[in-house]
């Protein structure tokens, strides 16, 4: 066995294990439903409990960031329907990064209602290049393929749709080409930034997921880099990209059982981003003893 064989079969390993954890979910989707809310003037969660997508209604049409799981589709339009909208009007899924539980609904979205799609230039390049980067179980999915994307987002680009104007910044590390996003909004005549770090998930930066996804050795300092380029932004509505991101789940409870905007929290974006920092150090300490394990035992 060489030491792409071994990393190779650790990450199946990983993958297969992450498989197992959606069993429940992959059986019946509508256990993971959540009734959608408002979280400020505009914006609109309806997602479900294990991805996080948002509604924005920019005034001529919506646009949704990110789509979901391919089996969660019809809680989706469930939620867009629910939250008062009609899934007809979504103009555009802006994807945060090219991950099929984040893209799995967006062309039955294309064909449906004619939504345009649009990821990175550099997640749209990486897909062009080895498809196989964005995670599509063939088993699960065996129809399953990766969007043709009608627009692809350069790094700090302005993206503008009828009232809304969303600055897009690249923060590789969970994919290399995982967009940024901060937008304004209204609540209760305050006006806030809002903010959504596209990719979380440290996972994708261990060296097995680096070898299947033919990463840059160095992705996980590229994630910490990510990190201090934010780091500045005043964000006081932390959107999540998963829900336990920036606690949707406990904030929306707090929100049904005390009132007021729990999602108003000037402190969230940076507790998040130092428990971020934490976890990839802690992925940099790992990767470096499998690495000094693997040069041992692969020397000859």
Avoid at 57 to 70: A, H, V, Y
Avoid at 104 to 113: P, Q, T, W
Avoid at 161 to 181: D, E, M
């Amino acid at each position: 066995m060489t030491k792409r064989e071994f990393l190779l079969k650790r990450f199946n390993e990983m993958i297969d294990d992450y498989y197992a954890h959606q069993e429940e979910f992959h059986k019946a989707p509508a256990t993971s439903f959540m009734e959608p809310f408002k979280i400020a003037d505009g914006l609109y969660y309806v997602g479900d409990t294990r991805v996080c997508i948002h509604l924005i209604d920019t005034g001529d049409g919506l646009i949704l960031l990110d789509s979901g799981f391919p089996e969660s589709q019809h809680l989706l339009i469930e939620s867009i329907w629910r939250a008062g909208f009609n899934p007809k009007d979504v103009r555009w899924i802006i994807h945060t990064h090219g991950h099929y539980d984040h893209f799995g609904a967006s062309e039955e979205f294309r064909r449906l209602y004619g939504t345009k799609l649009a990821i990175s230039r550099t997640d749209a390049e990486a897909l062009r290049e080895k498809p196989t980067r964005g995670h599509v179980n063939n088993e699960l999915y065996p129809y399953l393929t990766v969007p043709t994307f009608d627009y692809e987002i350069e790094d700090g680009e302005i993206f503008e749709h009828g009232n809304t104007k969303i600055r897009c910044v690249l923060t590789p590390g969970h994919t290399i080409g995982v967009l940024t996003f901060f937008f304004e909004v209204t609540y209760s005549g305050n006006t806030y930034l809002a903010g959504l770090l596209g990719g979380a998930g440290t996972r994708a930066l261990t060296l097995p997921y680096q070898c299947y996804n033919e990463d840059p050795e160095d992705v996980a300092y590229q994630m910490l880099a990510a990190i201090e380029k934010i780091w500045n932004e005043p964000v006081m509505i932390h959107l999540g990209n998963h829900p336990e991101n920036n606690q949707t789940l406990p904030k929306r409870e707090k929100q049904l059982e005390e009132g007021g905007n729990p999602f108003v929290d000037a402190q969230s974006w940076h507790d998040f981003l130092n428990d971020l920092k934490a976890n990839i150090n802690r992925i940099i300490a790992s990767n470096e003893a499998l690495e000094k394990e693997l040069n041992e035992r692969f020397s000859e």
